[in-house]
């Protein structure tokens, strides 16, 4: 059997894993690329293989890192099957159609500014229509059911604790009349965390696929998160600012939520600061979200299925407000009371979040409370990183407002609940490939895996393409290089990134805030950018 590793190597998005056994090809997830220019560029290369072709999919979870260009995959020629549990099927069918409305507004904007300059009209990466049509092939599966694909192939979903539906995935291979067993942990979730139950353990395996985005560092203060939750939250309406909250519209929304009710419950002196103002969920799609797990409930902890008995609903507390309609949302940023904003998207590059950021940055009272992972090059990694100035919409932003992080919230476990969670197995792998994190932490990662379990531990790089039988493992030849359309990417990248403060410059030397030293510095450098330019124009 062979894997190549198209998406989800080196890099925390777009994990998408290849398989060829016999005549036989399948994807363990087909997810979008995110980030910045590089990122985004990435999701419009064609597939290293042809879509048709593929029997079907193994979707681990519904996040758009790992879902996201399904429906460019049917777009290309897909149409196999989509194994999935019920409520990742359920999600996807508001994610997927959400995206797809993400990538056609966008288009549509670009369009717009590209038809004034008189440059070719660009097509979405899919559309509305793909992503309904694409739904179609969605099976729903329960969590230890076993799916037998053929006589040699069969796969069993275990509950990963990531989000709601969220799966490991164990794939069971026989070939040469020998079985062994491969395991995806997907996104691995934390244990103890608000709604979902703990990760399931795994008996063991021949080798595991393990992913690694805090895969160096522990989560702080995991037992104060809840705490430090609501005292940055009473804090700043005491102050008469407003809380912001860049939220992932599923998964996180829910767990915000749910331990605001939690609070609101209690008799304490930050609960009734919290019931006296409004809290708003300004994203569609978490509203959406949020209905499907009233659906699905059995898939609740026991805590949460507790206040669900005691005739509490736990995601909807008595002073939350959903906003639906756009003028809605733009009445919001008039709003002028303390109150509470949750919107999506979580990494703040698109959505709603981007407006209630333009409208509250600047204000000192204000605070913005980052509860997930920013990406490289995002503008939540912008704001997080100690920014002063941010570009919103192509209009600069100072950023004034208070900025919070809690870790802590994050879905993914931390270095210390991978280790354990391996640990547990009492059969331990043969190998490890260490995926779905960036470059430096998987490096680091794997040598303590290396270290912990004398074990070989490989990092594989997207493009590169493994043998696997049940004696050995071996690399085969890439089915593509990463090189040179990822140097091109990155370039381009860089460029755009060095458009933005030239922009920042250029606001600079007209209001005089750069000093004459400073000028003359600048001068000279410039004039030895714009020299090696010319050289490199002139290959051309």
């Known amino acids: 059997m062979k894997i190549t590793f198209i998406g989800g190597a080196q890099s925390v998005t777009g994990s998408c894993y290849l398989f060829e056994l016999e005549e036989k090809k399948f994807l363990v997830d087909c997810g979008m690329f995110q980030g910045g220019l590089t990122e985004e560029l990435l999701n419009y290369e064609s597939f290293p293989f042809n879509p048709s072709e593929i029997e079907f999919v193994i979707l681990s979870h519904a996040h758009i890192d790992h879902s996201g260009r399904i429906p460019k995959l049917y777009k290309d020629g897909f149409r ?4 999935a549990t019920d409520a990742t099927m359920d999600l996807c069918s508001i994610m997927l ?5 993400i990538q056609e507004n966008e288009i549509e904007w670009k369009n717009r500014k590209r038809k004034r300059e008189g440059k070719e009209q660009l097509l979405p990466l899919y559309t509305l229509e793909d992503a309904e049509n694409v739904l179609k092939h969605f099976r729903g599966v329960k969590y230890g059911q076993k799916i037998q694909i053929d006589k040699n192939l069969s796969f069993i979903f ?3 604790g990531h989000m709601l539906g969220s799966a490991i995935v164990e794939l069971y291979i026989k070939e040469n009349d020998k079985e062994y067993k491969l395991v995806f942990s997907g996104d691995l979730g934390n244990r103890n965390v608000p709604i979902l139950k703990d990760p399931a353990i795994i008996d063991g395996c021949d080798y595991l696929f393990i992913e690694s985005t805090y895969g160096n560092r522990l ?7 809840s705490k430090k939750l ?32 939690k609070e609101i419950s209690t008799d304490s002196a930050e609960a009734k600061i919290i019931r006296n103002v409004e809290i708003f969920v300004d ?37 939350l407000k959903f906003i639906k309609s756009v003028d809605e949302s733009k009445w919001l940023n008039e709003y002028d009371k303390s109150c509470i904003i949750i919107s999506s998207s979580g990494m703040c590059e698109a959505g709603r979040i981007k407006h209630h950021l333009k409208h509250n940055l600047w204000n000192e009272k204000n605070t913005v409370l980052f509860v997930g992972y920013q990406a490289p090059n995002t503008l939540g990694r912008k704001i997080l990183d100690g920014q002063k100035k941010v570009k919103i919409f192509g209009e ?4 004034k407002a208070k900025i919070e992080y809690i870790e802590a919230y994050s879905g993914h476990a931390d270095k210390g609940g991978l280790f354990s969670w391996i640990e547990q197995m009492s059969e ?22 290396q270290n912990q379990f004398n074990t070989d531990v490989i990092v594989p790089a997207r493009g590169e393409m493994y043998e696997i039988a049940p004696e050995y493992v071996a690399p085969s030849e890439r089915l593509f290089s990463e090189l040179p359309p990822f140097i091109n990417l990155s370039v381009l990248a860089q460029i755009e990134e060095i458009e933005y403060e030239l922009d920042r410059l250029k606001e600079g030397i007209k209001n005089s805030t750069i000093s004459s030293e400073r000028l003359f510095a600048l001068n000279s450098n410039l004039e030895e950018l714009r020299y090696l330019l010319s050289l490199v124009l002139n290959d051309y």
């Open 283 to 319: 994203s569609p799609l978490a509203t959406s979200a949020t209905t499907i797990y009233k659906k699905h409930i059995d898939y609740f902890d026991a805590e949460a299925a507790m206040f669900i008995k005691n005739g509490i609903y736990p995601l909807e507390p008595p002073n």
């Open 396 to 399: 600069e932003v100072e950023v």
């Open 97 to 101: 159609p959400d995206s797809a409305h």
């Open 428 to 449: 331990k792998p043969k190998k490890i490939f260490v995926v779905h994190g960036e470059k430096e932490v998987q490096l680091e990662f794997a040598k303590e895996l």
């Open 158 to 160: 275990k509950d990963a």
């Open 80 to 83: 196999g099957v989509i194994f």
């Open 219 to 225: 989560h702080v203060d995991v037992e104060n998160k």
């Open 230 to 261: 609501i005292d940055i939250i009473s804090t700043t309406i005491s102050n008469g600012g407003k809380v912001i909250i860049p939220s992932f519209a599923v998964g996180r929304t829910q767990e915000i939520l749910y331990e605001i009710a």
